[in-house]
C-alpha cells in the first residue's frame, strides 16, 4: 500500500482538483480527519503560509496515528495548497488574503475585487493585470525520503523549504497570468475563477475542468511536484 497523504485543506473545489492531479495518490482529506483547530495564516507570503498548514497538518497525522486513526499510514505525509489572486493596481492585493478579501461568498469577493479596481481608477484592461499564484507545500519527509530526492536537480520547479518547527518540506510554485475582467462571466470553476480573464478573453470559470487544469497556476505546481511526490508515495 502507497503512502497516505493528507490534503491540509477544507475547501472542497481544491480536494476535486487535487485529486485530478495525483490520482495515483493515496489522499486523505480533512472531512475524514477533522482538525480540533484551524492553524493561523498569519505569513506575508504564499509559500509562508503552505509551509504553516502543511507543518500543522504533520502534527494532526502524528496525533491521529497515536490516537489509532490511520490504520496503515507509515510515514504519511502533509500537502498544503495556499493560493490566491494578486492585482497590479492594488499593490498585489488581495494576495494572502484572497480567501478573507471580504466577508460572506466567493461571489461576495469577486464583487469587493471589482469596486476597488473602479475605486483605484483601474479601467483600461493594461490596467487590470494579475495573476494567481499557488504554492504547494509537502511535509513529512524523511533522512530517507531526502536521499532519494538528492538536491531537486531531477525535478524541475521543485524547491527545498523548511517550516517554523524546522521541518523539511518540498516546495512548488504555480502562477497563471491575465486580468481583472469588468464583470463576471461563466459557471464553472470557484474563487476569483469568474472575474479572471486569460489572455484570449476566455474567465477561467469559462473553462472545462481540463482545459482549466492545463493552464492554472494549481495545475502547474501540481505538475512540478508530481513526479516527486509519486516516488515518495512509493517508498517504504
Known amino acids: 500500500m502507497s503512502r497516505a497523504v493528507l490534503l491540509m485543506t477544507g475547501n472542497a473545489h481544491k480536494v476535486e482538483e487535487l485529486r485530478a492531479f495525483f490520482p495515483w495518490a493515496r489522499l486523505l482529506t480533512l472531512r475524514d480527519h477533522p482538525l480540533d483547530a484551524e492553524p493561523v495564516e498569519d505569513a506575508d507570503t504564499f509559500e509562508g503560509n503552505a509551509l504553516i498548514k502543511a507543518s500543522a497538518g504533520l502534527a494532526h497525522l502524528a496525533a491521529r496515528s497515536r490516537a489509532g486513526a490511520l490504520p496503515g499510514a507509515e510515514y504519511p505525509l502533509a500537502l498544503a495548497d495556499d493560493s490566491g489572486v494578486s492585482v497590479d493596481a492594488l499593490g498585489g492585493a488581495p494576495g494572502v488574503l484572497s480567501a478573507r478579501y471580504a466577508p460572506g461568498s466567493d461571489a461576495d469577493r469577486a464583487r469587493a475585487l471589482l469596486s476597488a479596481l473602479d475605486r483605484a481608477g483601474a479601467h483600461a484592461p ?111
Open 126 to 236: 493594461a490596467a487590470r493585470a494579475a495573476r494567481f499564484t499557488c504554492a504547494l507545500a509537502l511535509c513529512g519527509l524523511t533522512d530517507a525520503d531526502a536521499a532519494l530526492l538528492g538536491d531537486l536537480a531531477a525535478f524541475e520547479g521543485l524547491a527545498w523549504g523548511e517550516t517554523a518547527a524546522g521541518e523539511r518540506a518540498l516546495l512548488a510554485v504555480g502562477r497563471c497570468e491575465g486580468l481583472i475582467a469588468p464583470s463576471p462571466a461563466g459557471a464553472g470553476g470557484f474563487g476569483y475563477d469568474p472575474v479572471f480573464a486569460l489572455p484570449d478573453g476566455r474567465r477561467v470559470a469559462e473553462l472545462s475542468a481540463a482545459e482549466k487544469a492545463a493552464v492554472s497556476h494549481r495545475g502547474a505546481a501540481a505538475r512540478a511536484l508530481s513526479p516527486a511526490l509519486r516516488l515518495l508515495c512509493a517508498a517504504r
